[in-house]
């Protein structure tokens, strides 16, 4: 990927940031998983390997997509390296896209982080929504906890830029809100970011057997540690909503099938993974002029507060008239090298 590349890319998503244009893109490259987390179906419902859309198809999409602009595309599953062609997956987006994959870490080795990192892929996040063996428990397999550790030093020791390419992505629940200091403290001692994303219940492929969503007070608890802990890579804004919506008071509009949208397994769009019933097309066989009207012709999503997910924050902090903090924090905390949290 050369740097005059990045950097078209990058001006078309800064472009993106101030037009009324699609920013984000959630792809579901798998809905296979090999763990079985609590707060998620996907894995009791998997696709055969040999239904889902091949290399080519997701370089069909990429170009498709890269008619609306430059995008971050979000490569998720299920477990997104289940894929033995996710290299290639991440080369098609990288071509027009910042690709940004999450996975669980299981199967993260050196040579697969080069190739992914050669590829073209932007940042990568680990899970971990514990600071101890709970992790184990609510991923349904011993020994994940160690395997995320150690994905998350493979990553970051093989990342062209370290450590800024590199987050613990953690899932706000209610049995988990106490332990964000220690959270926060361990992808500190291993030089990486930190994000976080409020649980989701009642959207398809989400699952309340196990956790549900926190009370309030929670946010203003999330501001204070990112005061102390500079590499704590969230929006102030996104935390500021979160008690907002746990009391009720979800701002609107949601910008979801005009700013974000969700591409499933198959190609089937979606304004969000909240709403995969809501879909609009396929983007393999329909143009993405087709699908885009369609999304945005959509009414539920514009008043829609059934959640309060890190990709809806994203995308309204960086939307409408800029915003100076959230520029300032988009620019200081996704490209400076994580910092040591303060005592």
Known sequence: MTRQSYARRGGRLLLGFVAKRPIHAIVQVSNRCNLTCGFCSFWENPARPADELTTADFETISGKLAEAGSLIVSIEGGEPTLRPDIVEIVGAFARFHHPIM??????????????????????CGVSIDYPDARHDTHRGKAGTFEAARRALDVLRDTAPRG????????????????AFPELLALSASHGVGHQVTMISTGGAGRHTRAQWIPHAG???RLLELKQRFPHFMTFSGYLEGIDAYLEGTTRTPCWAGERFLNIDHLGDVAPCIEKLELRVGNLLRDPWAVVSARLGALEEPKTCTDCWTSCRGFVEEMSGPPNLRSWREFFEDFTKQPKAART
């Open 102 to 123: 999450f996975t669980n870490g299981l199967r993260i080795t050196p040579e697969l982080a080069r190739r992914l990192w050669d590829a073209g892929l932007d940042t």
């Open 163 to 178: 450590g800024r390419q590199v987050f613990v992505m953690s899932v706000l629940m209610h049995d988990n809100a106490n």
């Open 218 to 220: 929670i946010g203003k």
